[in-house]
């Protein structure tokens, strides 16, 4: 049966453990309409359109 040789240092422990919570920048991407950077596939929060319709009534 295979055993450990030695024992895992917490330095090593923590960072495979830390990879669980990590944050990711999300990606964001030029609005078609207006230009205004938006996350990918979210109505755009500057004018509202998504995928070249108005899904959103901004005044």
Same mark, same amino acid.
Not at 10 to 27: F, G, Q, W
Not at 29 to 51: L, T
């Given at each position: 049966?295979?055993?450990?040789?030695?024992?895992?240092?917490?330095?090593?422990?923590?960072?495979?453990?830390?990879?669980?919570?990590?944050?990711?920048?999300?990606?964001?991407? &030029? @609005?078609?309409? #207006? *230009?205004?950077?938006?996350?990918?596939?979210? &109505? @755009?929060?500057? #004018? *509202?359109?998504?995928?070249?319709?108005?899904?959103?009534?901004?005044?």
């Amino acid at each position: 049966m295979a055993v450990p040789k030695r024992r895992t240092s917490r330095s090593k422990r923590n960072m495979r453990r830390a990879n669980h919570d990590k944050v990711v920048v999300p990606n964001l991407a &030029a @609005c078609s309409n #207006c *230009g205004e950077p938006s996350v990918s596939h979210r &109505a @755009c929060p500057a #004018c *509202g359109f998504y995928k070249g319709r108005e899904v959103v009534k901004k005044s």
